[in-house]
């Protein structure tokens, strides 16, 4: 079976996500978004009416009918790696209007909630050895916390690997133990000291 957006996108739906993001990085660099189906065409047309993050996909497809399934498949139809990068980046950036390698905004909902969620062991390993790689806030967070954490870790790769400068990164980290530290402290269940 050969390989098709919506089949990286029916593995990511499944929490894997790696064939997603290995596709787009096939379309790497800044000019990525000049090969595309929508490149020529009027951007506005990309956001149709009455689709949104919080509206009903079947609902949205039977209100506007086949002019959308046109714009749909005009969009799918991008070269797959560009497809890939565009959805994985409007996932990246949480942008919750518009249509994205064929998905409306009103499909993508679930997959952003997923997106958000996921921890890839094999990325957050990757960023703290200073591989830029597309990261969800939660693995963004997981690097930052282990970096908080162990003091072997060296903090130009972890910074290069979240993109940002050595003096963000030290405040991102002063941040996190700030929150760390206004966190209530856990209370042991009654009686658990006793049975210790
Ligand atoms: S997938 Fe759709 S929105 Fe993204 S670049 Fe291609 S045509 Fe444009």
């Known amino acids: 079976m050969s390989t098709t957006i919506y089949s990286l996108i029916e593995a990511a739906y499944q929490g894997d996500w790696s064939p997603l993001i290995e596709e787009s990085k096939k379309a790497p660099g800044k000019h990525w978004a000049e090969d595309t189906r929508c490149s020529n065409q009027d951007i506005d047309i990309f956001v149709p009416p009455g689709d949104g993050p919080r509206e009903d996909p079947d609902l949205v497809k039977h209100s506007l009918g086949t002019a959308l399934n046109r714009l749909r498949n005009l969009c799918a139809s991008c070269p797959l790696a560009v497809a890939a990068r565009c959805l994985v980046e409007s996932l990246r950036d ?61 903090p130009a790769a972890v ?23 206004s966190r209530p402290a856990a209370t042991l269940p009654a009686g658990s000291a006793d049975a210790a």
């Not at 958000?116 to 094999?122: A, G, K, P």
């Not at 690997?161 to 996190?176: F, N, P, S």
């Open 94 to 154: 949480d942008d919750e209007f518009g249509i994205r390698a064929g998905l409306l905004a009103s499909e993508r909902s679930a997959l952003r909630a997923a997106w958000q969620q996921r921890v890839n062991e094999d990325a957050v390993r990757g960023a703290l050895q200073g591989c830029t790689t597309a990261l969800s806030k939660v693995e963004r967070d997981t690097v930052i916390a282990r970096f908080a954490t162990d003091p072997s870790l060296e």
């Open 159 to 181: 910074a290069r690997g979240l993109g940002v400068t050595h003096e963000y990164l030290l405040k991102l980290v002063r941040r996190h133990r700030k929150k760390s530290e």
